[in-house]
């Protein structure tokens, strides 16, 4: 069916009257009702994965810094209802909102918390209203993941995609052979903008990269990638092409992994300068500098990042202004271990 009504769609020649007739050859008389039948599904099946957990209320917290020292916590607990079939994420106690545009607000903490949920509960169900209505998410208004206006939010990806680690602690507890350890959190973003010789403008969009996933149960952790997101890097040829940036180094990051039953995942190494005879600015939008990503069960801690440019630490999180010839390296995190060497899960 789906391809014959694709290509009518494409001729325009399907109206009300012929989605009706194709619908009926194919017994559906009403989509709206096979839509709600669908949701209606996954609700009941979520509700019942959730009545097979043990009741009760997980605790867990995660801590992250950025590249001028701060540090954000993030606290959270799960609550576990078999009989409503239901969970309540609530971060009580996390960090007040930052001066620096990483906050969230809550419809983002509760999407990136649901899905997060979601992985280790239930990933074979669709992802829909049904499935989602059974986990309900607080947090304190104001707070770093309930930011409300003028609190700014351009770089919430940081604080975004670092939630998952508070969770999976929560979630190990409750199901741990589908948690997973720490991970290098949020992806790093760069932009490079400055003048050619002739006085004209260049500037990057953001090109970003991922350090490493913590390792899980029965599986090493990815590599040069993040989650939830599993965002690819933009090719260096891309960023190359948009403005005189020269790459000398983008290569994965050896032993940055932590060790364990299972390994953490490599972070990345990359090395560029700007071919440009005036100054440049450079907006770096990194962490995990101090916190090393943790293992879990026993597992270790995967490798911290550094940012340096011509071999010094980079200890801002302002737009910087640099030199023709200064040379930037990033070195990302690694994922945390899973389980003690030669243990079994």
Not at 149 to 157: E, L, V
Not at 223 to 246: D, K, L, M, Q, R
Not at 257 to 279: A, M, N, S
Not at 306 to 319: E, I, K, L, P, W
């Amino acid at each position: 069916m789906a391809g014959d009504l694709h290509a009518q769609m494409a001729s325009g020649e399907v109206g009300a009257q012929r989605l009706r007739s194709l619908c009926n050859r194919h017994h559906l008389d009403d989509i709206e009702a096979l839509a709600d039948e669908i949701i209606t599904r996954s609700e009941i099946a979520t509700r019942a994965s959730i009545r097979q957990l043990p009741a009760g209320t997980y605790r867990s917290q995660a801590e992250l810094d950025l590249t001028d020292g701060s540090r954000i916590n993030i606290v959270c607990a799960i609550t576990v209802d078999p009989v409503a079939g239901e969970i309540l994420v609530d971060y009580e106690g996390s960090s007040d909102a930052s001066a620096s545009g990483i906050n969230v607000v809550k419809n983002y903490t509760h999407a990136y918390t649901t899905f997060t949920v979601r992985a280790v509960l239930n990933p074979e169900l669709p992802n829909n209203h049904g499935s989602l209505a059974p986990i309900l998410v607080e947090a304190p208004v104001g707070s770093i993941v309930n930011a409300v206006s003028p609190q700014p939010c351009t770089a919430r990806q940081v604080v975004g995609m670092f939630l998952p680690n508070a969770l999976l602690k929560a979630l190990s507890q409750i199901k741990p052979e589908q948690s997973m350890a720490e991970g290098s959190g949020a992806v790093w973003t760069m932009q490079v903008s400055g003048q050619h010789p002739d006085g004209k403008p260049f500037i990057t969009a953001m090109f970003t990269y991922a350090g490493g996933v913590g390792a899980r149960a029965h599986k090493a952790g990815l590599s040069a990638c993040s989650f939830p997101t599993g965002i690819a890097a933009v090719p260096v040829e891309v960023v190359e092409a948009s403005a005189p940036i020269y790459f000398h180094r983008k290569e994965l990051r050896a032993g940055s992994g932590g060790g364990g039953h299972q390994t953490g995942g490599l972070g990345q190494t990359i090395e560029f300068t700007v071919d440009t005879e005036r100054t440049w600015q450079l907006n770096a939008v990194t962490s995990r500098l101090a916190i090393a990503p943790e293992g879990i069960f026993g597992g270790d801690a995967g490798a911290a990042g550094s940012f340096t440019v011509n071999g010094n630490a980079v200890t801002t999180q302002a737009r910087i202004t640099l030199q023709p010839g200064d040379h930037v390296r990033l070195d990302l995190p690694g994922g945390g271990g899973y389980g003690i060497e030669g243990s079994r899960p």
